[in-house]
């Protein structure tokens, strides 16, 4: 399958930003899809994650409660709903899909798109 990520920007903190991750090829609900993000000088790291139904989704510590994902299965497409941003959430965001069993680490993902930019201004 190959992704597309789209919607970043710069945004002040505080402030809202939709990322979103369409897919294109292979049926995307059979994928588990998940968010990372590399800030500059750091590691990637994972952000959320849903499974392939939808109905369940997971999110590091940092982004609880101000971070949403969701999927369209219709559109083909994963959104990423960030609110309330901060300046630690800037940073490269990455989709990524996952054909294989339920996992939340970068090698539990086969399929990555390109990065999108956010950028949070204090």
């Known amino acids: 399958v190959q992704l597309q990520a789209f919607g970043g920007g710069l945004v002040q903190a505080g402030g809202s930003l939709r990322l979103s991750c369409a897919a294109s090829g292979r049926t995307f609900s059979r994928y588990a899809v998940g968010w990372f993000r590399q800030a500059p000088g750091k590691e990637r790291e994972f952000v959320a994650a849903?499974?392939?139904?939808?109905?369940?989704?997971y999110y590091t510590d940092s982004v609880k409660g101000r971070f949403t994902i969701s999927r369209d299965t219709a559109k083909n497409t994963v959104h990423l709903q960030m609110n309330s941003l901060k300046p630690e959430d800037t940073a490269v965001y990455y989709c990524a899909a996952n054909g294989g069993p339920w996992g939340v680490r970068e090698t539990n993902f086969d399929s990555w798109g390109q990065g999108t930019q956010v950028t949070v201004s204090s």
């Open positions: 849903i499974n392939r139904s939808g109905y369940y989704t």
